[in-house]
């Protein structure tokens, strides 16, 4: 039988999220609202494509923000509150409200940083992990790029999530009796944390929320101007094709 699964996406609030990527989406400068449009559009796109699974049977989005529960509402996905526990606090809160309704689902953690992320990746890791689940095995990961982190943990029916996300996860993961999910899945292990990794993505190719923060983030493209002529509101001679001030 094809495993369908339901995913828990944990999201922080955008002022908290993604720290490390201050500055990228406006050239350096840091402005929060740039940061937080960001933030937003990676959520969004990485929450757009596991809709899209077809080895996806829900997702559930673990987030106090209100514009994260509002745009990721409108792709499909379920938004519960954040009940404050830190990262794996949360995966565990939305695994256990995701067993309540059904004991024996398939389960599993997505982070929410994959803004290159193709729904046909996914479909791919979870048939690779209902293969090692019939095989014996009970849970599942995928390493990010540098194969230090987690991007991605999948259990088998009626498995316990037991998520250990943050810094050297995949280590964790694998002490835990995981087993990393054999492939190369490119988008789906292109996590992003700092500006080389959204550069790493966007070479990809990501999606449609995160491609207009990225073409916006030089501003609007300057009026060209013959060589020599000073920008607007200096003093310029008449060849520059502006009036003398």
Do not use: Y
């Not at 700092?194 to 449609?208: M, P, S």
């Amino acid at each position: 039988m094809t495993l369908r699964v339901d995913l828990v996406v944990p999201v922080k609030p955008l002022p908290r999220a993604k720290t490390r990527l201050r500055g990228a989406a406006d050239g350096g400068v840091g402005d929060l609202d740039a940061h937080q449009r960001l933030a937003l559009a990676l959520a969004r796109d990485t929450v757009a494509a596991a809709v899209a699974a077809t080895a996806v049977r829900h997702v559930l989005v673990i987030s106090s923000d209100p514009a994260v529960a509002v745009e990721v509402g409108a792709l499909g996905a379920e938004v519960v509150t954040d009940p404050g526990r830190r990262l794996n606090g949360a995966l565990r809160h939305g695994a256990a409200l995701l067993r309540s309704r059904d004991p024996h689902v398939a389960l599993g953690a997505l982070q929410a940083d994959l803004p290159a992320l193709r729904p046909a990746e996914l479909d791919a890791a979870v048939a690779a992990a209902a293969v090692l689940f019939a095989g014996g095995a009970t849970r599942a990961f995928q390493p990010d790029a540098p194969g230090e982190g987690t991007t991605l943990l999948l259990v088998a029916p009626g498995q316990d999530l037991d998520p250990h996300f943050g810094r050297g996860s995949a280590a964790r993961h694998r002490a835990s009796g995981a087993r990393p999910l054999p492939g190369d899945r490119p988008g789906l292990r292109r996590d992003v944390d700092t500006a080389a990794d959204l550069d790493d993505a966007v070479a990809l190719g990501v999606g449609a929320w995160t491609r207009a923060v990225v073409d916006a983030r030089h501003g609007p493209p300057a009026v060209p101007r013959p060589p020599g002529c000073p920008p607007p509101g200096e003093a310029v001679a008449r060849r520059c094709g502006t009036p003398r001030t």
